[in-house]
């Protein structure tokens, strides 16, 4: 007897949380601040049947995430426009999108043209344009007035004052800064690997110039703040931080161009609330939401307009930064095709294994 | 007091007090070179404090520690030959037999074929002489036991201290534990200190026995003294089993002294003890089971001398064990006495609720100031 | 017949007891195990193209870098190991034979507190205190026994040191359960026998705590070899840590065939160092670690 209204308690509870489910969720697979509360809030409200659940993520484990689903337990996803076309390929994680759905006049024309360009397979179109932001360099202007390309890392005026992320970013900025366009080699893949050896050469040299490989936002922050380190190779948005608390950290283009991407707004392959996903894609491209959202990220929404709806502080930090030549310079990543994250991986851990000296 | 290189162990006025509780106070003692001694007290009375200061676990607050005649308060617990037995033995389980016997020789820095030798030489000494390669886990505890000594004598001490080493072992096995100690000690005609506070074990194993209560040696003796002349109501009630009764002196005479006790009751008692008591003076009245004839009640009341004591009453139980059977009897004044009686298992044996007749004398009943 | 229902219902409800673990088995341990090892046997042809095969562990060993991080690594954890006992000792010691009831209590806390907060915070802890102009370098030249400001982070004794401080708790536990176990008249009977204290440590205490010791040991060096924050954000440029070179593996390169090799290597490798300690020890792991 007892058992019995146990089970069928337990039998209740689950019918319950079934039918919980099925009041809409749109789970959102995203970038630390690229789902601010006052803005699901703000959506929820308006959509009361839809309930936003957010997993902050990055580039690489949004994509190891679908994968090891298959393209299933999100419904939004936003890696870069460079991570969707081979991941597709090769794992099959992303369905098309439906651009009807979309108020894509809203989006700044050159940024959707180039985000389709990059991820159309086979007449299909696998993602949208969000935000974009720059890699760069940074650089405090009362202690290096001068600073002005990758190479500057290396330079041994700044012995044990300069720092870098040990990823992909840092070999194609020194690449681009010794005369050569990785982008252009990735179609010949073995001129790309002689590209690497030289870059991993120079990177190797250059260690005992490197104070350490900051790993995150908040430990280079805490290196450049503390003027431990002068200058260092940085995401703007960390840069236009500083900016905020020091003016004399500035975001600085390299001169062979900064590096851009642009995250997109994609369908993971077993979504289940599409319809919910272009909601939100429509309401975060609305121009008052836009102004949260780029409150919240520091980077520049793909809209119309864009730099003009960044916070006033954020807006003179680009300003700061960025003359129209330097817009006009950036190097928009390209699409990595396979093969690429296994031989810059191989480089990357090969300078890391290296002992140039402690 | 004088020291004496024929006593193995001396103490002088040796004290040690924990905050204000004194735990050993103002205690002196002295055993002579291959005796039995042994300290036997109530828990807490703080022998093992000062068996502790013996072995020097413990430093005394004030006093000396003399063995062979030498004092060694200065001298740290490894370097005392003093050997103590645990309460639990303490045999290392890591190590077998064999090097839980060499451990000590082996701390001395004795040769490995000497060891050898007399860590075989001590096995057969104790008759365990297969053991030596055994587990300790292996090994029943009477065995444990015997090793936990083997391992103290090996190293030849002036004193071996035990610790209450009987208390973990059941009935038969202590019984017999008892004799072997005893027999143990002659054949290694070594000084034994041995604490308990089991007064049957004292009383059987021991030359000597110094009883103990709240930091201070009330009376030390051998058993015999102990038992049938305690100096103090503490020792005639720790000491055997007594009956015992408190009550006022009416009268006081050659030693012989009139008590009339809390419960009404009369009876006549040899003073013991240092003081006297006066008249109207509050004692404690002590009489021993066995020294209490038991008759049965009705017929003609024998003669009965005038230092004898009588109490009527009626038997309330049987307490059937042997040899040392005993009834319980119900005076006047409901109050329990214990006798001792032999019982023939004949038709003429006393019975539960017979009325019966009590009868002791006034030797053998001890009474005390308080 | 009543009989044997009882004895069916006792065998039902062992089974049901016994279900949750075999559960837990089964479904976390075994099946995602299997996964991985199936998937370190599939080697990468082209995209979505696979074929089986072992070249997954042959790179491993035909790339000096890849060993050598995993040498590195467990000779790192094993020194984090022995100094984690060297420190962990005398506290577990002193918690276990020598300090009053409510101590212990007050001790066992302190020794709990940093596992209160979570990894990343702790190593920003450190990170604080070590960093060039961070706490301890200001307070040394504050004190004016350094003249110009020395960094403390980014190199192998910082990772070192912030490893000992996460696991040495991992040490202590079994450590006071076992000593907890030994009678105070044991080291009594040690000196009474005429060992000084040296011998008393290494005759008896040490023997005596060995499980313990062999269990913390297990225990210490299989978290060390596994962790990966603290190493990542103490070390220095070229402090590799081999969970890091699974995790770039997996994650950076998506190259999750190698990723699932390295990480069997890995298991291989500590449960290599586990069975050769316990073998140099003399101990089973059924005397330590299932005993504690």
Redesign the interface.
Known sequence: MKIRSTLVGLLAATAMSVTAANAETLRILTWGSYAPDALVKKFEKKYPDIEIEVTFSNNEEMIAKLRATGGAGFDLAQPSHDRIFAAQKEYNIYKPMDLSKINTDRMTKTHLDGVKANTTIDGEVYAVPHQWGTSGLMADKSKAPDFAGWGDLCDPKYKGKTSMRLKRTILLGTAFDMGEDPFAAYADLDKYQGILDRVADKLIACKDNIKAYWKGGDDLSAMMMSGEIVASETWDSTAYKLYGENENIVFVPPRTGALAWIDTFTLPRKGKADDAAYKWINFVLEPENVKLMSASTGAIAAVEGGKDLLPADKKAAVNAAFTDADIENLKFFANIPPGVEDMEGKTLEKIKAATGSE | MQSNSENDLECIGVKRHFGSVRAVDDVSLEIPKGSFFSILGPSGCGKTTLMRMI???ESPDAGDIRIKGKSVIDT????RN???V???L?L????NVYENIA??L???GVSKSEIETKVRDVLERIALPDVANREITQLSGGQKQRIAIA??MV?DPDVLLLDEPLGALDLKLREAMKIELKLLQHQFDTTFVYITHDQSEALVMSDNVAIMNEGKFVQTGTPQELYHDPSAAFVAGFVGDTNRWDGKVKSVAKGVAEIETATGLTMRSSVRGERTPGVGDAVSVFVRPEFITTQKAGGAAPAIGKNKNVLEGRIDSILFNGANSRVLVRDGSEELVEADVVLTGGTADLRAQDAVRLIWSAEQTMCFAS | MAGMVQKDIKRLSLYLLFAPFALWIALLIVLPHLGMFYISLREKVGPRVYEFGFENYTNFFLEPIYWNTLLRTGSMSLLVTALALVLGFPIAYYIAKIAGNRTRGALFLMCLIPLWVSDLIRAFGWILLLRETGVVSSSLQWAGMIDTPIEFLYNDAAVIMGLVYTVILFMIVPLVSTLDGMDKSMIEAGYNLGGNGPTVLRRIIIPYAMPGIVAGCIVVFMLTAGSYLTPILLGGKNSSWFTEQIYDQFITRYNWESGAAFGFLLLAFTSFVVWAGLKLSGQTLNSTVANN
Do not use: D, E, I
């Open positions: 072995a020097g676990f740290p617990p490894n370097r003093v050997k103590m645990f309460q639990h303490a290392f389980p890591m190590m451990y000590g082996r701390c001395n391992r103290c190293l």
